[in-house]
């Protein structure tokens, strides 16, 4: 079950443009056809493969649902983190078509971090992941993860770029935007979509975005990235 994510307040936040308070119209578009294509060259068992056996980072472990067992490690290499868990939808920042009160009965307005121009991050077009707050378990930031840090998500055969966009409960994991899922081929539905098992989370170390709503750019230093990655033994 998903819960809100975190917005990490800061004294700046007033500097913030507001975030639209109304529903779109009424009526809610159907749902997009899920791209089923990787995004980039970098293949999806070459990830996989490349990251090998587990060396934990996290001093514990997390849940992927509240209320569920404690399974999922925070594993690391010299220049990525990662982790394997479900994908639960993150609709929240902007009020868009299919990511509002109506289609998301937790959705927020807010994102922990947000666009060049102040206004919250849009989870139905642009990918990003959601991180756990810091905690004892495990603190993103030591590990050289901040928003607009650049990810990897990989689902069966799929690799879809995106940036670290949200914030999320201090003992979950395993979440991700609209626009993720969407590149993934995995059901959108805020509601009832997303996979229970199955995806990988690869964010590479001190890398960042700038703007962070820059797709294009997040997608680029991905693929280039992966591939050093791929090499760098």
Known sequence: MRVPSLTLAAAGAALLAPAALSDPAAAVPPPQRPVVRSEGAVAAVDLLARLGECHQISHGRYRTDAGSPATVPVCGTQDAVYWKADLDIDCDGQATARCNRRTDPVFATTTSFQQSDGRHLNAETLPYIVVPAPSGIWDHRAAGVQGGSVAAVVYRDRVQYAV???????????EASYATAQGLGIPTDPRGGGVSSGVTYIVFRNSRVDPIEDHAAAAAAGERMARLFLTDH
């Open 164 to 174: 670290v966009g949200d914030i999320g409960p201090r003992d979950l994991i395993g």
